[in-house]
């Protein structure tokens, strides 16, 4: 069995700080995939970064990074200098082999941005 | 380029009426997934489709709930005899290829009401 959790449900900001998105995950797999996605108020999903088991280099995109720690079985997200358009609820997904192609997902968290 | 096509956008049906909700997904995409999400809460996976192979139905809530998708393209989720539980919004995804690091690509999602 596979799970992620995602302890913030919601979590408010005001314009220009930064903020950690906490996603702990748990498989019996050495091999598995982990993302990011976005579901802006318009609704649709938004894939923004996959990360391999193997692959524990923090990643770096804009104003965006992510910090995956096998060790504690982490993939955080961060966001610098957050601005209001970055207000949407955020998941993290996992997939995984013994979970054939199912990816999935955290119970996501609602970030808001206040100007 | 086309993206994820849901329709209905929005439906409202009366507590023990069938509805059928439609997907296509991106042109070439071999994978196809149903995903529900409950008000509030996380994505819940339903149904899995891959070329000509049998479907993962493992994530489908009960036998009133059925998926079908022709020509290795268009889906449609059938839900019969509907029960005001049923109520969510209902997302597709494709992705390009089977395996675990494809990223999906999800539609607008069809809002599903039951009254």
């Known amino acids: 069995a596979q799970k ?29 995939y982990l993302f990011w996605y976005k579901q802006p108020p318009s609704g649709e999903l938004v894939f923004l970064i996959r990360r391999n088991s193997f692959d524990e280099q923090n990643e770096i995109s804009g104003r965006y990074s992510w910090n995956f720690q096998k060790s504690t079985s982490s993939f955080n997200f961060t966001i610098t200098a957050s601005q209001v358009v ?16 199912m990816l999935t997902f955290g119970g996501g968290t609602r970030l808001m941005v206040k100007p | 380029g086309a ?21 296509d997904p991106i042109s070439g995409h071999t994978a196809l997934y149903w995903y ?21 139905k493992s994530g489908l809530p009960s036998d009133r709930f059925s998926a079908e998708r022709t020509g290795g393209s268009v889906s449609t989720l059938t839900i019969q005899r509907t029960q005001q539980e049923d109520s969510a919004v209902y997302l597709c995804a494709s992705s390009l290829r089977q395996y675990l690091d494809s990223p999906l690509h999800f539609g607008n999602g069809t809002r599903l009401t039951v009254t």
Do not use: H, M
């Not at chain 1, 005001?14 to 598995?32: A, H, P, S």
């Not at chain 2, 849901?6 to 439906?11: A, D």
């Open chain 1, 4 to 32: 992620v959790t995602q302890a913030q449900t919601e979590i408010s900001v005001v314009e220009k700080e930064d903020v950690t998105l906490d996603c702990v995950y748990e498989t019996r797999d050495t091999t598995y």
């Open chain 1, 86 to 101: 970055d207000s949407a609820v955020y998941f993290c997904a996992l997939s995984s082999g013994n979970a054939g192609n």
């Open chain 2, 3 to 23: 993206g994820v096509s849901q329709s209905p956008s929005n439906k409202v049906t009366e507590k023990g009426k069938d509805v059928e909700l439609r997907c």
């Open chain 2, 36 to 56: 529900r999400q409950s008000l509030g809460q996380g994505l819940e996976f339903l149904i899995y489709f891959q070329g000509n192979s049998a479907p993962d």
